[in-house]
């Protein structure tokens, strides 16, 4: 289940990545953790903090939409998706690493 991105809610919070432990600086806009890419399902509209699941999402897509690379994470707790634009901190090793890794499942 996608959901759309409405009611849209800057919200700028600092946090420590629960997948790798990096120390994250939010500014405004921060979805997932620049260092892993894994994010968390906190939000039933982007910014809101009302989804109760908490569980952890992890990318399993990435695509190419209107030039903007955007990842598709799904939550390992509930099945929920959620699409998020790449951002210039994500670290390009693990989006390459990501890319190898969702390539693999589509052979395998």
Not at 43 to 49: E, F, I, L, M, Q
Not at 72 to 82: S, T
Not at 85 to 101: F, G, H, M, T, Y
Request: proline content about 3%; charged content about 30%; hydrophobic content about 30%.
């Amino acid at each position: 289940m996608t959901m759309p991105d409405t009611e849209f809610q800057k919200r700028v919070e600092d946090f420590m990545c629960e997948a790798c432990g990096m120390y994250v600086v939010g500014g405004g806009y921060t979805n997932h953790c620049p260092a892993c890419l894994v994010s968390k399902h906190v939000d039933v509209h982007p910014g809101d903090r009302a989804a109760d699941c908490g569980g952890l999402m992890r990318v399993v897509k990435i695509d190419l939409k209107d030039g903007e690379w955007r990842l598709l994470h799904r939550c390992r707790r509930c099945g929920y998706e959620k699409r998020n634009k790449v951002s210039a901190e994500d670290s390009q090793e693990r989006l390459a690493e990501v890319v190898q890794e969702v390539n693999k499942q589509k052979r395998g």
